[in-house]
C-alpha cells in the first residue's frame, strides 16, 4: 500500500542540481507545482508518471514508501497507481457517459457493476462544472469542463489509483476551491500543475518552479491562509460577472457592486 512518494533532486536545464534533496509527499495532502510558463512543470509531473529513477533529462528519481518503486509500476499500465488529468484530455469513444463509469466501476470490482459507485462519480462531477452532466451524454458531447470534471470524478471516487495528477484543470472552468474540498475527502495524493493562487494556497505545499529547477517548497502559512479567503472573495466576484456576461447581461456599476 503506498504511503509516501518521495521526489529526490535532479538537475534544471543549465545541468544545476536542484538543491531541495528530497521531498516526501503523504496520502491525504494537496500539493501544487507553480512557476512561469517553460520553467519546467510539465517535465516534473512527468517525471513522477513515470516514475523516473535518474533515466530521465532531470535525472530526477521517484520513490514509492522510501524504496525504488516495483517494475509493474513503471512497465505495466494497468498497474499504474497514477493517473493523469491534462488539459488537453480529449475521448476517442462515444460511450454514454454511463457506459463508461460502468466499465471502469466493473474493473475496480473485478467484474460486477457498481451502480452506487456510477452515482458518487456523477453527483462529484457535477459540483465541479456549472453544467450538469446527465449519465446519457455521450462523451465526445461533453464541453472541455465537463470533460475535466468526469475524469477528476472517475480518477477519485471509481479507479483506485492513490496518486492523481491535474494538469492546470483551473482553466477548463472548474470550480476551483469545490474540487480541492472534495478531493481532501479522499485519502489520494492531489498534485495539481497551476498558474491559479486559489488553488496553491489551499494546497499543504507547493513546488516552485524555475529554470527547470524546483528552487523553493514552500508550505502554506498561517498568514497565506488568511490571504486566501481574501482571494476566494476576489474570485467569486470575477466568476459572478463571468457568467453574467455568459448569460448576456451587460456590466453595470450595479452589477459590480452587486457581485462584490
Known sequence: MIQTISLVNGRGKNGRTESFGRVDMQMGQVISIVGPTGSGKTTLINDIELFADGDTPSGRRVLINGAPPPADFRYNPARNPIALITQHTTFLSDLPVREFLLTHSRVRTGGGEAPQLVAEAIAF???????PIELDNRMTELSGGQTRALLIADATVICCTPVVLLDEVENAGIHRTRAVEL????????IFVTHD????LLSDFRLVMQGGCVTQVLHTSHEEREVSIHVRRLDDTLSTLRELLRQGQRLTSAALEAAV
Open 125 to 131: 462531477a457535477n459540483q465541479l462544472t456549472g453544467e
Open 197 to 200: 493562487p486559489r488553488i496553491a
Open 183 to 190: 478531493l481532501r475527502q479522499h485519502r489520494k495524493i492531489f
